[in-house]
């Protein structure tokens, strides 16, 4: 990160371009709308612009729910124009340095790969962009230049198989050329393997992107250069992880480093060690709920299960203490009644809408009933 008296590194911006990435609206319809990615975006390319980078070297990909800031102009973000910036337009550019920025809807697939949702995605053929095909194809003699790169995701990057997907999602890699030793690229994800980015929809922002955008404007005199990458990953974490301790969010951001002496992806330093015994999905969801101030007032606590109507109430067990009795609550719940999993879900929300608590929600229920709300499309607030 920039320090007091550091001087602007002697990087020509003539030599640098950007491929930037946000996507707000889907053609799967409104239950995938993601209020957020196309401002951060449009905020990331006035940092470039700024930085000296020409206007002509920025390319601005979006989907926006609203029109941006009038005289913006920028390029669709459908899968053919996106893949075609990959595979066609960018590698044939000269440059030294490229920037790409990505926010919209992700997924991992059954591969370990992430998929990057484009904008013509519906809920029966969702076109994407594979995140891993990418970065090996920049990293190969197909791409000449752009010596130096720095990816920014920010999308999710929950388990294909969590979101039920009716259709299996069609594979599409982008053409690689012949490995060579001449790239060193940085790619930095917003949530990790397995877990959502969270987005705040009322400031129509990405957690993840609202971090970077401050620290990169922190870092400016430095740009348009990139930044040591280790240094700004350490920050983030420190400002993420300040999030998830307010409870915000669960994300936790990794970098990947490839260059000709090093490969190697970090997390953030409190992700659960691989030895340890994976959390249950019925403990993550008793969490999950028990994160929410109300559950341990009792009063409020049965205001929420009360939605669930007499019916369904009878049969439960209770308890004066709120871990042990959302335990039994969501154990009967799975065996008798688990669609009713998502009328209390729907209940804590209407008390609580916080944006992290209610993405850990989602998922936690999702993965403890095998079943999904809303069908065939990402939550609002999670990427």
Partial sequence: MSRP???????????????????????????WDLPGPARDAVAFRRLLEAAGVPASQLRLHLAPLRPPVPGTEYLPADQATLRRALVRDLPRTPGDIL?????????????????????????GDKVSIDLESALTR????????????????????TFEEALAFRDPLPADTLPAGRRTLAHRQVLLRAAGRGRQAVNDPVRAT??????LLSLLTDCSSVLPALPDPE?????VRRRIAALRAEGRTL??????????GRTETLAAADVQAPTERPMSPLARAV???VAYPLMADPVERQAVVAVLGTNVIGTLPRHN???????????ALVRRAPDALWELYDAVLSVDGDPGRKAELASALRELGHVRKPPEGPEHDVR
């Fill in 5 to 31: 008296g550091r001087p602007a590194s002697p990087v020509d911006p003539e030599r640098v371009h950007a491929l930037i990435v946000g996507i707000e609206a889907y053609e799967a319809g409104p239950t």
């Fill in 99 to 123: 920037w790409v920025w990505w926010g919209g809807h992700g997924v991992l697939d059954r591969a370990g790969h992430s998929r990057l949702f484009c904008a013509d995605a519906t809920t």
């Fill in 138 to 157: 920049y990293t190969s003699d197909a791409v000449p230049g752009f010596t130096q790169q720095l990816w920014i995701v920010d999308a999710c990057e």
């Fill in 206 to 211: 990405g957690l993840f992107s609202d971090v």
């Fill in 231 to 235: 240094e700004l990953f350490g920050a």
């Fill in 251 to 260: 994300q936790h951001p990794e970098i990947q480093l490839r260059s000709p």
């Fill in 287 to 289: 969490d999950a709920l």
């Fill in 321 to 331: 203490k709120p871990r042990t009795d959302m335990t039994g609550i969501l154990t």
